[in-house]
C-alpha cells in the first residue's frame, strides 16, 4: 500500500510525527519513505510493507498529511500501474523530459572507437538538433577476443564534446558499478554539462547486484534492456529492483529476443510489447531497432529494415528510441552492420515524425471512439 502524502509535507513537522506514531504501531508492517524533489515541490510517498491486506484504504486516508492511498498488487510495487493509481509517469532529467507522453531519440555510436567519430557524430546531432545520445564506452562483448570498448580512457573527449555540441543526455552501458564513479569523475573533471543515463544491457539484466548498485544512486537516470532470453516478467522485475532501491528514474528498453525464428534479423522484434509495458507499469518505454534487426537490409520499396522496425515501435506509442549510427560503418569496431550512416540521419529523424504523428492521431481517434461509447451507454 502508498500513502501519498500532500505536497511539500515536513517530514520534521508535528502531523508526520503523528502519522509516523500510527503507522509504527501497526502490526507486521513496516515503512519506507521516497520523496522525489521536483522543480515545483517536494513529493512524499510512504510505502507500507508487510501485512496490509486488512488495513482499509479510508482509515488510512484518514490520516494526517494522507492525500491518497493506493493499494498496489504484488508485482512491480513502485513500478507497476496499480489500480486507481493515477501517479504520473516519468521524469525530468538535465532538462529532458522522459514520460509514457514523450518522444526522444538516441541516435550515437555503439562503441566510441576514436574523439573522431565522437566529434562526427555530435557535429550531425547538433546539426539534426538532436540533444540525446548513445555512445558505449564499456562493451560487453560475447568474444574475449574482441574490442572490448574503450572504458574510462575515452570519458574526458565524450563529455568534453557532449558539452560543446549541446548534448544534454548520453546513454552509456556500465557493466560493474566501478563505472558509475568513472563517469562521476570524468564528469566532474571535464566540468561538462552533459548528464548520463547509465544503460544495464541486455546480458546484465538479472545481474541482480549491478542492479542494485545502480539503483542505489539517485544521480543518473537508467535504462534497462529487456533479457533477450527471459520473459517480460522477469525483466520487469529486474527494473523494478532498481526501484526498490530508490532510483525511480528508470526507461525500459526492448530491443528483441534471441531466436532463430527471428532470422535473417538478429533478434525476433518484440515492439508489439511498447503498450504492454506501458500498461503494466509506469515506465517510459525504448526501442532499439539496431540491436533488434542487426542487418543493413532493405525491403523493395527501399525502406531499410531497422527504419521499419523503428516505425513499428513508434507507432504503438515507444517513448525512446536508441539507434546506432557511425560516420563509417564499415569500420565501426562493434556492430558496423547494423549502423546508419551520419547521412541518412534526417532521412531516419523524417521518418520517426511521420510515424509518431500518426501515433497521435491514432491516440486521438481511440479517445474519440472511447467517448462516443460512453455516450451511447
Ligand atoms: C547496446 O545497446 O550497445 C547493447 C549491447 O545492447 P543489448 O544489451 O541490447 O545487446
Ligand atoms: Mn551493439
Redesign the pocket.
Known sequence: MILILEPNTDVAGEDFKRLQETLSSLPGVHTRLHQEHGAQQVLTEVYLIGDTQSLSVTDMQALPSVERVVRVSEAYRILGRHKDDTRPSGFEYNGVRFGQDTLNVFAGL?AVDSEESVEHMMQALQESSLVCTRM?AYK?RTSPYSFQGLGHACLPYVFRLASQYGIKVIAM?VTHESQIDEIRAALASTRSTTGVML?I???NTQNFELLKAVGRQHEFPVLI?RGFGITLEESLNAAEYLASEGNRQVIFGL?GMKTNMGDPHRNLVDFAHVPVVQRLTRMPVCV?PS?SVGVPTRGPQGILDIMHATAQGVIAGANMV?VDFHPDPSVAKVDGAQALRLEELPHFLEDVRIVREAYQKRVELARRFEKAEAIAQ
Open positions: 555503439c558505449g560487453p552501458e544503460q544491457g541486455t546480458r534492456k530491443r532499439d540491436h536508441l
